[in-house]
């Protein structure tokens, strides 16, 4: 049944990778089309603003235009560049045709758009000649006409009809190339759909068969596998410790299961809340402390050892009731600073403990941040307490090998930020 699920697994994986693939090319040819659209559009919208640019200037005179026509003449180039992504796209097709067709049209206007600037330049007086004007002079009949006649004919020459036939002569070359890239666009569709319906008929044949094969094999597994565990459920519930009989596997999960069950029994008798917290602050003490470093994964968690700054003065200037309401502060500020997943521990004295579990060294600057904010909180005198400020250090887990090491790490860490004066969080290297 094992062999028979497999081979049937294997083949409909096969066909959904497939069919991925199919549809992956379906999604490049529709990127492709798309893009080859936009290179079509881009062309004719290039030409146009040439266009715009040249008729601007003849009724503006602004050499700004000029600029602007050959920025894009030399610089911005959305036509060549429109030519060269079909090109490397559709190859050389009837669409490519089509648009260097309309392309050379483009092209060839150009030479009466630069004739027209130098009859208006000629007729403003302006001095200013771009490059591309160069090679270009006015014909004698055209040099002998009179300034306002200048301007007329070179307006004429981007308005007339000669100009616009042209224009039109553009747009239907692009045209053309967009039916040509629907044309195309089709029949890969077509192609794709063809594929793909082939794909999900046989996926749905397999899945059919693959659902009568793995039924077949629940009622098997049922009978042989899960049976003897439901029996078990009683003993789970009034929370006993499991027969151990049947076959070898599941002797071997009731073993394991009692050793759990054990190991449970064992720890909660042990975290009892008066055994394993501190009477004065509430969170977790020594002893509390040394189960949680044994139960961990010291790797995935983050160790941050806190120690009030100078609290011996605050018990002698102040009182030790009001050191015991600034410890009792300070375990609330670690509490509501910290996730609910996160243990804090009171080791005595003013020492407190947090393991910040499933982190890694991603965490320095929030650590940091939560270190400042619990500074702030102790500042606050808004409850008559003395302002309070804490020092930490903190080592990653991949620091130490065990919870003493860490520990050790950590005050190393602490007591440079003590060293050195400075207020906040210090984070252990190891050398």
């Known amino acids: 049944m094992t062999v028979v699920i497999g081979i049937l697994t294997v083949f409909l994986f096969a066909l959904t990778i497939y069919s991925a693939g199919v549809f992956s090319e379906l999604s490049k040819a529709t990127r492709d089309y798309i893009e080859m659209e936009r290179s079509a559009v881009s062309l004719m919208s290039a030409s146009d603003y040439l266009t715009q640019e040249i008729q601007r200037f003849t009724i503006t005179y602004n050499t700004e235009h000029i600029d602007n026509y050959l920025r894009e003449v030399n610089r911005d180039k959305r036509r060549e560049k429109a030519i060269k992504s079909l090109s490397s796209l559709a190859g050389d097709s009837e669409a490519l045709h089509d648009l260097e067709g309309a392309m050379n049209e483009s092209v060839r206007l150009m030479d009466s758009e ?41 307006r004429d020459m981007v308005h007339n009809r000669d100009y616009y036939d042209k224009k039109a002569m553009i747009s239907e070359g692009m ?49 042989l596998g899960t049976d003897p565990i439901i029996n078990s459920i009683r003993y789970i519930k009034d929370d006993e410790a ?8 599941y002797r071997y999960l009731a073993e394991t299961y009692n050793k759990m069950h054990a190991a449970i029994k064992e720890n909660l008798s042990m975290l009892n809340y008066h055994a394993s917290h501190d009477k004065l602050t509430g969170v977790y003490n020594r002893a509390g402390y040394e189960i949680i470093s044994t139960s961990l994964d010291l790797k995935t968690t983050t160790m941050i050892l806190f120690d009030v700054d100078n609290f011996k003065s605050i018990n002698d200037n102040y009182g030790h009731i009001a050191g015991d309401k600034a410890l009792k502060k300070l375990a609330k500020a670690l509490i509501k600073e910290f996730r609910t997943k996160d243990f804090v521990c009171r080791l005595g004295g003013d020492e407190f403990v947090v393991f910040a579990v499933e982190t890694d060294r991603s965490i320095e600057k929030t650590i940091a941040k939560k270190v400042d904010k619990i500074n702030n909180m102790l500042l606050d005198t808004y409850d008559d307490l003395p302002p309070v400020t804490v020092s930490a250090g903190c080592v990653f887990g991949d620091e130490g090998s065990d919870a003493q090491n860490m520990l050790k790490h950590a005050d190393i860490a602490l007591y440079s930020v003590k060293d050195s004066g400075k207020k906040g969080c210090s984070f252990y290297k190891s050398e």
């Open 114 to 154: 630069y004739y027209a600037m130098l009859l208006i330049l000629e007729a403003t007086g302006n001095k200013y000649r771009p490059k591309e004007l160069a090679n270009i002079s006015l014909t004698p009949e055209n040099k002998a006409l009179s300034d306002d006649a200048k301007i007329n004919l070179a």
């Open 175 to 223: 045209d053309d190339c967009l039916a040509e890239l629907s044309e195309m666009m089709d029949t890969e569709q077509k192609h794709t759909y063809d594929m793909m319906s082939s794909c999900v008929n046989a996926i749905r044949l397999l899945g059919i068969i693959l659902l009568v094969v793995v039924l077949l094999g629940l009622r098997l597994y049922k009978k």
């Open 242 to 249: 499991l027969p151990v009989g049947g076959s070898s596997e």
